[in-house]
């Protein structure tokens, strides 16, 4: 079975490094696009306490909608291919990146905050220097988890055209090829495992020394 | 509109065959965290081999999941339930185990000096008061199974997911408005009814 597959790899290898090339670039586009995004709001957002809340409860509702039924409901509004694909799947990197990034800034320890201001800091400095690396192992959190998201949803980016690893699995159930089948789904697995792996790495990598446990 | 106004009750028939595939692959799902979360709770290394294995299966991507079973079981509704259970595992073992874990040492020393037995303390003691966790699990994962359930209609485990597939098929908005609004609302609807719950049975336990 996996040997078949390997010959099928071997002997359509044009589309198959096209597909894994739109795979990585719609999933990192995505995230890129999304941490742009929530990352600056979430700071914005964090330092009000009601706003942080409607936040938080907007994003959890939005967190509970299937990625299929977001791709689909982006589908008949913005039609097929790679930009309503990369559009849903920042979408629904959203919620979870918002959410960290609110969580890990009101999760900074106050008596911090007052010693960096009693050291004369300013905003900036405060910011940059002390709040944002004690928050940076919750947004990076947040980051793994959309990152694993976005490429679980960028297979099911196949089904609005957007292309990716996805095209492999969904022509090779239909055929019921299963050489084909497992050359989309063996790939985007290890990608997927591969990405929660790096992610978590780097966000060990990303605690201040002074925070880590051990 | 008017083509949900017609078909209706095909559309009733999706949302049913949604639930009950949803509620039999977490039943089974929760069967199975029980024991495993229980055994798994009080020893460390145990509980630190099941969390990895768990926690592979829940980062593979739902399609190739589904995908990997074909050759194994075909398509159809045991392949969604098994693709299913493995996504849950690791929510609810986590949940089930951490609730037992967080259950005070001296209420434990209390029972075993009434002369409570292990299995006495662990169904009158720990369970109960591991509950308000268990149930925060539940809900997460009943929210990543109707997920799952959506994409799971490609392999021809129905439900609202079919509605989808068609209208993207057949080119005919209607159909996939119809499908993904309505696993969407279904989905929020589950996630406040057990939050609900959640914060009930937490009010519980302070009073």
């Known amino acids: 079975m996996f040997a078949d597959a390997w010959t099928y790899l071997l002997s359509h290898p044009t589309q198959f490094y096209r597909a894994l090339g739109v795979h990585v670039a719609l999933s990192a586009s995505a995230l890129l696009i999304a941490a742009l995004i929530c990352i600056p709001a979430g700071i914005a957002v964090a330092r009000k306490d009601k706003l942080s809340l409607a936040v938080v409860n907007a994003a959890n509702v939005g967190r509970t909608l299937p990625s299929l039924a977001v791709l689909a409901l982006v589908m008949p509004i913005l039609g097929t291919g790679f930009a309503p694909a990369l559009f849903a799947l920042t979408l629904i990197a959203l919620p979870p990146i918002v959410t960290h990034t609110i969580v890990g800034m009101r999760g900074v320890d106050a008596d911090a905050v007052d010693a960096a201001i009693g050291m004369g800091m300013t905003r900036a400095a405060l910011l940059w220097r002390v709040e944002l690396p004690m928050a940076m192992p919750v947004i990076f959190a947040g980051l793994r988890t959309a990152a694993v998201q976005i490429i679980s949803g960028a297979v099911l980016a196949a089904f609005i055209g957007g292309g990716g690893l996805g095209d492999f699995i969904t022509a090779g159930i239909a055929m019921m090829a299963v050489p084909q089948l497992l050359v989309g789904a063996i790939p985007v697995a290890l990608l997927a495992l591969g990405t929660d792996f790096l992610f978590g790495a780097l966000q060990r990598r990303m605690t201040p020394q002074g925070l880590r446990a051990s | ?207």
């Open chain 2, 1 to 207: 509109m008017n083509w949900l106004l017609r078909n209706w009750p095909d559309v009733l028939v999706s949302l049913w065959e949604h639930i009950a595939i949803s509620l039999t692959a977490l039943a089974i799902a929760f069967a199975i965290s029980l024991v495993i979360g229980i055994v798994a709770a009080r020893r460390e290394k145990l509980y630190g081999t099941v969390m990895t294995i768990s926690g592979l299966l829940y980062t593979i991507p739902t399609l190739a999941f589904l995908a990997f079973l074909i050759p194994l079981v075909g398509l159809g509704r045991a392949n969604a339930i098994i693709t299913m259970v493995a996504f849950s595992l690791m929510i609810l073992i986590r949940s089930v185990a951490t609730g037992i874990r967080e259950v005070p040492a001296d209420i434990i020393d209390a029972a075993r000096g009434m002369g409570m037995n292990p299995a006495q303390i662990m169904r009158r003691i720990e369970l109960p008061l591991a509950l308000p966790l268990i149930v925060a699990g539940l809900r997460v994962s009943a929210v990543t199974v109707i997920s799952v359930t959506v994409v799971a209609a490609y392999v021809n485990a129905g439900g609202l997911g079919t509605l989808i597939f068609n209208g993207i098929a057949s080119d005919h908005p209607a159909k996939i408005w119809t499908g993904a609004l309505s696993v969407c609302l279904l989905s929020v609807s589950v996630d406040m009814g057990l939050a609900l719950l959640e914060r009930r049975l937490k009010n519980r336990r302070a009073a």
